[in-house]
Each structure stands twice: as structure tokens, then as C-alpha cells.
């Protein structure tokens, strides 16, 4: 944390386009930004790459179509984040594992500000709010929501599509502020996993499951995985 705060510190310092924000940012709120991003953005994204790896695991004809648009696309040079438009595939399964495995299953309390009605309820002023989003994600609004199935995502014309009930950064003023960072994240974590390796359950082994265990965010029962390096790169 301190090393952390150190480093946005000394970036506010060097910073050009911004020189005033060094002088007006005090100590405390410096790192009350830095805990900030750190509680909510680390174990949030590490959570979701793993259970990425896990449904990979889970679904060979899954991953064999992301090792196929990473040849295809990426081949043997590293992954850029320039890559992300032109493949809409592994776009879709990262919402798909967003949707499915919604580690912030019930976001970030709120509280209201004032007497509210939604639909027929009344909320008073004053109620804590929690986001259901794991069981928005899961519910019957979804076709087979317990199937993992990244095509939902992608349209008959083959472009990236966000259903309305799909809210894994939240929705409104305080949603995510790290929905950018955590999607490029995820992107350049899975291509650079699958362009090297293909992930395989050890024999013997049980398939990981997808339950979830509970915490603040939650994550994915322990499991082990082969990493069987790609023999060319391509299949
Ligand atoms: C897979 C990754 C992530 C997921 C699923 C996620 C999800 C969420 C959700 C559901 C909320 C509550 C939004 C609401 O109340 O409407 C939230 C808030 C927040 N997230 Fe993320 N997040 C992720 C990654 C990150 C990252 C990488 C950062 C920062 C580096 C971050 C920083 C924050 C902050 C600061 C808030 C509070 C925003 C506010 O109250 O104004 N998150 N996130």
C-alpha cells in the first residue's frame, strides 16, 4: 500500500497535464484513493480471471474457439489492447464469465438519500441498499443462465451486445470507475494465458466447480489445472 501511494504520489509530481492536483491533493485522501483502488480493483479482477480459467477448463469446444481466434488474429506476437476490437469472441466470453460468475455479487451498499418508490415499494429514507447482481445475472430472465454460453453476446450480425440486465460494473453515478482497467485487464490475462497454453483438469481429478464461495467478493472453490504448453501455438 505505502510503495503504492509512494508511486501515485510521485506520478501526481511529474505530472504536465495536471501540475495543480499534486499541490491540492492531501496525504489522507491520496491514500484513501490508493486503498480504493486497491480493495476494490485487485481482488475483484483476480477472482474473475480465475474462474475465466476455470470455465475454459470446464468447456473444451469454449476454449478451443479463443485459442483459434487468438492464432488467427494475435498469432505468435504479443497481445495488445488493440487486438480487442477485432475479436468479438473472447470479448463475449469474459461478459459471459462476468454475467455467470459475478464476484460482486451484491455490489457496494448505498444507502437512500430520500423517501423513493420504486415500482410498488416504498423505500424510506435512510434504507441500505445492496445490488442483487449475482442473482440479476443468474435469473430466469436469461435463457439456460446456468449454461455457459458466451454467445448470448454476440449479435446475428456478430457485434458485441449488452443486455439490459446486465450490470456487472453496477449502473448510475457510483458505478465502477474501473470497468475500462478491469476489461483490459481480463483480455490481456486470457490471450496471454491461451496463446501459450491450453489449460486441462488433471486426470482423476474432478471438472472445478462453478459454485462460488462466499466473501466480500466472491471466488472460486480451489481446484488444480495442467498448463500444457502449445506445441506450435496454433491448432
Ligand atoms: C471484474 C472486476 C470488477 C468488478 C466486477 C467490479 C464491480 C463493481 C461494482 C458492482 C461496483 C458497485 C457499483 C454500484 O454501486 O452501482 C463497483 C464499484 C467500484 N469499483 Fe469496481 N469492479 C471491478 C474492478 C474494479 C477496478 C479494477 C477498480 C479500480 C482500479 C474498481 C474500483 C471501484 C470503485 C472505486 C468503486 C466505487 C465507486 C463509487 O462508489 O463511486 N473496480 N465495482
Not at 476455470?54 to 481466434?69: F, I, K, N, S, T
Not at 483480455?187 to 489449460?199: A, E, G, M
Amino acid at each position: 500500500m505505502h510503495l503504492f501511494y509512494c508511486l501515485t504520489r510521485r506520478a501526481l509530481l511529474q505530472s504536465n497535464t495536471r501540475p495543480h492536483l499534486a499541490a491540492t491533493v492531501t496525504d489522507a485522501e491520496l491514500q484513501v484513493v490508493c486503498l480504493d483502488l486497491l480493495q476494490a480493483g485487485m481482488e475483484t479482477v483476480s477472482n474473475t480471471a480465475v474462474f475465466l480459467a476455470l470455465h475454459c477448463m470446464r468447456d473444451e469446444d469454449v476454449q478451443m474457439r479463443l485459442h483459434r481466434e487468438i492464432d488467427d488474429v494475435i498469432g505468435e506476437r504479443v497481445p495488445q489492447l488493440a487486438d480487442r476490437g477485432r475479436m468479438v469472441y473472447t470479448e463475449a466470453v469474459i461478459l459471459e464469465a462476468l454475467r455467470i460468475s459475478s464476484v460482486a455479487a451484491v455490489g457496494i451498499p448505498h444507502m437512500a438519500v430520500q423517501d423513493a418508490q420504486l415500482g410498488s415499494y416504498i423505500i424510506p429514507r435512510g434504507t441500505f441498499i445492496l445490488l442483487a447482481l449475482h442473482d440479476l445475472h443468474n435469473g430466469p430472465q436469461w435463457e439456460d443462465p446456468h449454461v455457459f454460453n458466451p454467445e448470448r453476446f454476440i449479435s446475428n450480425s456478430g457485434k458485441l451486445i449488452s443486455p439490459d440486465s446486465f450490470l456487472p460494473f453496477g449502473c448510475g453515478r457510483r458505478r465502477c470507475i474501473g470497468e475500462a482497467l478491469a476489461r483490459s485487464e481480463l483480455f490481456l490475462f486470457l490471450t496471454h494465458l491461451l496463446q501459450s497454453f491450453h489449460l486441462e483438469t488433471p486426470p482423476g481429478d474432478p471438472q472445478p466447480s462453478t459454485d462460488p464461495v462466499n466473501g466480500v467478493t466472491l471466488s472460486a472453490k480451489p481446484f488444480r489445472a495442467v498448463f500444457k504448453p502449445r506445441a506450435t501455438g496454433f491448432n
